[in-house]
């Protein structure tokens, strides 16, 4: 099963649910992450901009394909990071580049569905997960 089909599922679903479920949705989502050491949570992973600390942490698995760990101190936000990881996790830098990010999440329409708080890393993370495969694919 594809990253994008493993999306959609969870959109299938997220978009039945009342806001306290989804809530709910995204937390399980954010449990489910590969768990990042804490010795990776420093002021070098740190997201700039969100309101909860989300630390990204770039890993190159052998073929090149970026691999990334993530964390959040909010449960929720810990989700929302799940969501974008789903749209760009081990692909390669060039293909990262390529991908909507935006529009891979546009249907979840977390703006609206969330606080303004919660969502408003989620540019600078999808930026610095961009950036990190430019660097990657020079």
Not at 92 to 113: M, T
Request: net charge negative.
């Amino acid at each position: 099963m594809t990253d994008q089909s493993v999306l959609a599922d969870i959109y299938d679903e997220y978009e039945f649910l009342d806001a306290d479920d989804r809530y709910r949705l995204l937390i399980d989502l954010g449990r489910a992450l590969e768990p990042m050491p804490d010795a990776l949570k420093t002021d070098a992973t740190l997201v700039r901009g969100c309101s909860a600390a989300v630390w990204v942490y770039p890993t190159v698995l052998e073929d090149g394909r970026l691999h990334f760990l993530a964390d959040s101190n909010a449960a929720i936000t810990k989700g929302i990071i799940a969501l974008v990881l789903l749209t760009v996790q081990d692909k390669s830098p060039v293909a990262i580049g390529g991908a909507d990010i935006e529009g891979a999440l546009a249907p979840f329409d977390l703006k609206n569905q969330l606080s303004s708080n919660r969502t408003q890393g989620i540019p600078n993370m999808i930026a610095l997960i961009r950036d990190t495969a430019a660097r990657y694919s020079a």
